[in-house]
């Protein structure tokens, strides 16, 4: 079956510093991928993603290259803020037609001042 | 747009007692999900929708859980009788012909 494994966090940074979050996935064919974020009591919100190999999602100054030929999908961003403290989830939906998601565990992003 | 709304946001209930967590989709989405959020297992689907139908109800844990759609801008999942192993944050997200699911804010679930 289809299956996420991101990096354990929490992962904390200063402020300006970059961030890399791995992820790497298990599917079979072409799945779509899918980087949510969950800020503290909310719910998930979709912040990037890409639906075919060699595609970059990009949004608020995050970035995701989609390889299939290492099964990854990390994010990144060049300088962080304080804001972007959250829980990041890496997910994705095969491409059978059945569209629910299945996520990984999340990494929690503390950057402090 | 209003989002997908659920409600209520918390509910507090004693072991044994009958939970109804109700959703609204997105006007004009066509698959609604359930899933639900706890430290130990992270995010699981519950239960998915697609044009009011149950297409996928293998993350339903037990008998004691059961989800209806009885129309396109409703839904609800039922515990009855909650146990406090239930306790947990359940997320309703839809959906419209696209792997992009659009989240509610959740319920936190307490079942003392």
């Known amino acids: 079956g289809n299956s996420v494994t991101q990096m354990e966090g929490p992962v904390t940074l200063s402020e300006e510093a970059f961030l890399t979050i791995n992820c790497t996935y298990t599917a079979t064919g072409y799945p779509s991928l899918f980087w949510y974020v969950q800020y503290p009591g909310e719910g998930l919100q979709l912040l990037l993603k890409a639906t075919k190999a060699d595609d970059k999602g990009s949004n608020k100054g995050f970035e995701a290259t989609y390889r299939k030929e290492t099964t990854s999908f990390h994010l990144e961003k060049g300088s962080v803020q304080v804001s972007d403290s959250a829980v990041y989830f890496c997910?994705?939906?095969?491409?059978?037609?059945?569209?629910?998601?299945?996520f990984g565990s999340g990494t929690r992003l503390q950057v402090q001042p | 747009d209003a989002g997908v709304i659920q409600s209520p946001r918390h509910e507090v209930t004693e072991m044994g007692q009958e939970v109804t967590l109700r959703c609204k989709p997105i006007s004009g989405h066509n698959s609604l999900f359930w899933y639900r959020q706890t430290m130990m297992r992270g995010l699981e689907l519950l239960i998915y929708f697609n044009n009011n139908v149950p297409i996928d109800d293998s993350g339903m844990p037990e008998d004691r859980f059961s989800a209806k759609m009885p129309n396109a801008s409703f839904s609800t999942l039922k515990i009855q009788p909650s146990e406090p192993r239930d306790s947990a944050v359940y997320f309703c997200?839809?959906?419209?012909?696209?792997?992009?699911?659009?989240f509610g804010q959740g319920t936190r679930l307490t079942v003392v």
């Open positions: 997910a994705l939906t095969g491409d059978t037609g059945r569209r629910a998601l299945t």
């Open positions: 997200a839809s959906s419209r012909d696209s792997p992009e699911a659009f």
